[in-house]
């Protein structure tokens, strides 16, 4: 019987040293009183035994509290294994068995896996790492409070790394560990806290006058740097509060370049709100302010937003436009060009971001740059144009694409230059004959009719003796008024005249109609088309239909809260709306101008008295001003002109687009009755002279000579399957009334504010009749875009091609700068 027993404790403990030599078990003591077990070290309470039956070396820790029990801490079989591990078992566990009340394997276990796994660390890193602060009151734990491991680090590095505020707390308050004590890398505690998103142990830290709050690691780096780097918000205010300083220059720059290379915007936004200086520092390597290592177009709009200078050269000549093309970042480069980025600036070797875009051959960030301006004939420092260097290293199928898209836009056939080392600049064009030539004749009648203009002047322009009037009507189309601007742009830089300048009267619709306001308030073209830009994300946010506020503020902050329409009365302005308050709808105009006064019948027999747009005395500034009514009493009422409309409130009106936002008071979209107010602007204009005439004012009268109609661009026309709708029998014939149902209500909404087509024809043949110029630029377009697209790729594109119309209409865009500076 003895003899099985001693076999099963044999194949008993071989099982042992083959699933877990080092499993913490209990043991009789009884076990090692003989039998082959012969005590070969003992130190305080832990013994080593030899274990000759199964040849293994055991370590055994005594328990005062079970005299006949003992913790058996290793069962190796290697003898070497056993005399290496039995002194640092016997040291560096003797604080933790004379310190803890109870001592049971699932808690003996993490202490020596501690030892095992980190062979260089003290009895103090263990107490840190298994969390018995009760441990750190030992005399012998005391003594190495600030002893550092293999790594260099002490155990307040390692309760920082950790994030055992208590801990901390612990070796700080009555252990007195120090912070300034640096690891291998030259980190303190306090960078090692920094890598944890917890402000409570960086405060710890500071309220114990940390000295390492603002030391430089191996890396170059204050804690700042490393909080920034790695994201931690929290830790970032942690440390600012804690008196982090933010002008401290590393190894490659501040912190805040490191919050921007790794597109911590919170903690950006953290370093910028404690030292708004920080905007614009240099790093220490290239120069570069934190715009140069954005990489994202959030933590671009993040800097620019708070005033950064969107195009500021580094210390190797480069714009941050500049780099995020080299980068490609294409959504980056966006936000900068519709923040003023230049894409004309010349950086290093004298290239243009259009330069560097060609040698990365990236199509969409071409289109961006051209369309935003870019020069495509401007040569760098070799005399490289962007066109040269597309042919040179441009490859496959992007090549001949390529090409052609700069061809297609102005671009002359790309030749090398004459000489790399010495380049020239393009060929001058021949010198003009001494003759006098059509242009020299037009230039002439330009200066005549300028010298010829009257005195009478309203807000600063001649208006007294100009022979014709001239029109600009603006269709409407969302955010395709993108298509206007870059139309009004291209005529502008023709004519070389504010838009305001060549206009004596200006009509739009929708976004028309915002766009002939700002032009009447001087709005800058360029600007405008980076405004819209930055503008569509915020209001077309969420779902259908949007909230209104966002486009509400957006034109209170472009026209003013109380600016009125007679503010500024040239060039005079009509917007349209619709009363939707009666049916049917009736066409409604904001004026900056007395309307005519003649008596015009009313389009259809009312059978209801409709409310007059009315205010209370002394409430002009109120929401009535566009709803119309209140419950005031009617001796407090009082009609209110267009003229009397606050301008925003009357773009906010003309763009209440149904569907896409709630109607403004009793105003709809001006889209809905006319989305091409081009012959409702004749009729107006018409019916004013007409009441001029009747008033007896005939000399004041003006021929309307010019009318420039632009258009948001052409969708392409597709196939409708079915607009049948019909009472259904089955499910299938349910199914294909429902899609002839939606395909009739979209054909209906199409038709009823088509721009083109019919709209056009009948105002081309109104103008022909009077003898009146007609001009109209409307793009045609490759796709249908929404009025509500917010893809900053689509709407390039949508750019891209009004840029190619309006190379193929550069005649004709020549001959009406002409016209409208000549006055005909």
């Known amino acids: 019987m003895q003899f099985l027993r001693g076999v099963m404790e044999t194949v008993s403990a071989v099982s042992n040293l083959f699933s877990n030599p080092y499993r913490v078990r209990e043991v009789p003591l009884s076990e090692y009183s003989g039998g082959g077990k012969v005590k070969l070290k003992e130190e305080g309470r832990m013994v080593l035994y030899k274990n000759t039956p199964c040849q293994s070396w055991d370590c055994l820790l005594k328990c005062p509290d079970t005299p006949t029990v003992a913790l058996r801490l290793f069962q190796v079989n290697s003898e070497e294994d056993a005399m290496n591990w039995f002194p640092q078992y016997a040291l560096k566990l003797r604080p933790f068995y004379e310190t803890l009340p109870l001592l049971k394997p699932e808690a003996v276990q993490p202490i020596v896996d501690c030892l095992r796994n980190h062979a260089d660390w003290s009895s103090a890193h263990i107490a840190v790492d298994t969390g018995l602060r009760e441990c750190l009151k030992h005399n012998h734990v005391q003594s190495q409070i600030n002893v550092r491991d293999g790594a260099g680090q002490t155990p307040l590095h390692l309760a920082c790394e950790r994030g055992e505020v208590a801990c901390v707390r612990e070796l700080l308050e009555e252990c007195q560990a120090r912070t300034d004590i640096k690891d291998k890398n030259g980190e303190t505690p306090m960078h090692c806290a920094a890598k944890q998103d917890s402000a409570t142990i960086i405060q710890a830290l500071c309220s114990r006058m940390c000295a390492g709050v603002n030391e430089l690691n191996g890396a170059g780096e204050t804690p700042l740097h490393v909080s920034c780097r790695l994201g931690r918000v929290e830790a970032v205010n942690a440390l600012l509060g804690g008196g982090a300083r933010c002008d401290i220059i590393g190894g490659s720059g501040y912190p805040i370049h490191a919050a921007m290379k790794y597109s911590e915007k919170g903690c950006a936004e953290a370093v910028l709100d404690a030292d708004p200086g920080q905007l614009q520092v240099e790093d220490a390597v290239y120069g570069g302010t934190p715009l140069h290592w954005c990489k994202t177009a959030e933590m671009c709009r993040t800097l620019l937003e708070r005033g950064c200078l969107v195009n500021y050269l580094s210390k190797t000549g480069e714009s941050a436009l500049h780099v995020l093309t080299k980068k490609g970042r294409f959504d980056a480069s966006m936000v900068l060009l519709t923040h003023g980025g230049e894409p004309n600036l010349k950086g290093q070797d004298g290239n243009t971001a259009l330069h560097l875009a060609m040698k990365m051959d990236h199509m969409e960030l071409i289109k961006a740059l051209i ?420 893809s900053d790729a689509v709407l390039v594109d949508m750019l891209w091609e009004t840029q190619m119309y309006l190379y193929e209409q550069r005649e004709n865009i020549q001959l009406l700068a002409q016209q409208l500076l000549n006055g005909y």
Not at 372 to 385: K, P
Not at 548 to 572: C, I, Q, W, Y
Not at 579 to 585: I, K, N, Q
Not at 641 to 656: C, F, H, K, M, N
Request: aromatic share 6%.
């Open 371 to 790: 369309v935003f301006g870019a020069d495509v004939e401007m040569h760098n420092d070799l005399g490289e144009t962007p066109g040269l260097i597309a042919a040179r290293t441009s490859k496959g199928s992007n090549r001949k694409v390529l090409l052609n898209m700069l061809c297609s836009v102005g671009a002359e056939r790309c030749a090398p230059p004459s000489s790399p080392l010495n380049p020239h600049p393009p060929p001058k064009k021949a010198a003009s004959s001494p003759g006098i030539g059509f242009e020299d004749i037009m230039h002439v009648a330009a200066a005549v009719g300028a010298m010829s203009r009257g005195r009478e002047e309203v807000d600063g322009f001649k208006t007294g003796s100009r022979k014709i009037d001239r029109l600009l009507c603006l269709d409407g189309g969302g955010i395709k008024g993108l298509v206007l601007i870059q139309l009004l742009i291209a005529l502008e830089k023709e004519a070389g005249r504010p838009i305001k300048e060549l206009f004596d009267w200006v009509s739009g619709t929708s976004t028309g109609g915002i766009l002939a306001l700002a032009i009447t308030h001087g709005k800058d073209m360029e600007y405008l088309r980076c405004l819209y830009f930055r503008m569509k994300e915020q209001v077309f946010k969420g779902s259908r239909p949007y909230e209104s506020a966002p486009l509400e503020d957006f034109l209170k902050k472009e026209f003013g809260e109380n600016t009125m329409m007679t503010d500024v009365r040239h060039p005079r302005v009509m917007v349209t709306s619709v009363l939707a308050d009666r049916h049917p709808g009736e066409l409604h105009l904001f004026r900056n101008y007395d309307p005519p006064s003649l008596p015009r019948e009313r389009p259809y027999a009312a059978t209801a008295n409709f409310l007059p747009l009315t205010i209370p005395q002394g409430w002009e500034d109120e929401d009535v001003l566009i709803v119309g009514y209140t419950q005031e009493p009617a001796n407090k009422r009082r009609k209110v002109t267009d003229q009397e409309q606050v301008v925003w409130r009357a773009a906010r009106s003309s763009g209440a687009a149904p569907t896409y936002f709630r109607p403004m008071g009793r105003f709809l979209d001006g889209g809905l009755l006319a989305n091409n107010p081009t012959l409702d602007a004749m009729t107006e204009i018409h019916q004013y002279n007409k009441s001029l005439k009747a008033e007896g004012r005939g000399s004041e009268v003006q021929r309307l000579g010019v009318v420039v109609s632009l258009g948001t661009g052409k969708p392409p026309q597709v196939v409708v399957n079915s607009v049948d709708v019909f009472r259904p029998s089955n499910p299938l014939e349910l199914a294909k009334s429902f899609v002839g149902a939606k395909e009739l209500g979209k054909m209906l909404v199409d038709c009823c504010t088509d721009s083109d087509g019919c709209a056009v024809d009948r105002a081309r043949s109104w103008c022909e009749m009077t003898d009146t110029v007609y001009n109209r630029l409307s793009p045609q377009l490759s796709q249908e875009v929404m009025l509500d697209e917010v």
